[in-house]
């Protein structure tokens, strides 16, 4: 008497495989439905966005080192607008300037916080702000940071 025993992967059956794409045309629609739904709507934030952050001044004492201005129509709830600066001003300064501008065009404190850079503490702060659905954050690296 012989008896075989053979372990082999069970074939998947029709149904598997429906299921299957039906997961991935919902996992695809969910950007193209925020999209649609809320494309405008994020269109008219980053706007706003960018509005406001003209009407910041910037510190008188620095070197712009970067600016980004990023928004996707397919991520209608993310937009950046950002300049990065160099300066030799010290955080209390820095903060007492933006907090002076910033509370001028309607924007509240909300929180502050140290910062980390790369795990060790370089005197890093992040005061964040709000204005109605906006969000604004003044970081500063830190005085033993060495990139400004």
Known sequence: MSVKLAILPR??????YVGLAVFVALSASFPIADRL????????????LLQE?????????????????????????Q???????????????????????????????LDEHSLTGGGKDLGGRETEYCKGPLKASLQYAGSQADYG
Not at 38 to 44: H, K, P, T, W
Not at 53 to 77: A, C, E, K, M
Request: without cysteine; charged residues 20%.
């Open 37 to 48: 739904k809320n494309g405008s709507r994020g269109e008219s934030y980053h706007q706003q």
């Open 53 to 77: 952050f003209r009407q910041i001044q910037p510190l008188p004492v620095v070197t712009v080192v970067g600016n980004t201005d990023s928004y996707s129509l397919w991520r209608p709830h």
């Open 79 to 109: 937009a950046l607008v950002q300049t990065t600066y160099k300066t030799t001003a010290p955080y209390s300064e820095i903060r007492q300037f933006y907090d002076q501008q910033l509370r001028a065009s309607g924007w509240r404190p």
């Open 11 to 16: 074939s998947r059956s029709w149904r598997s």
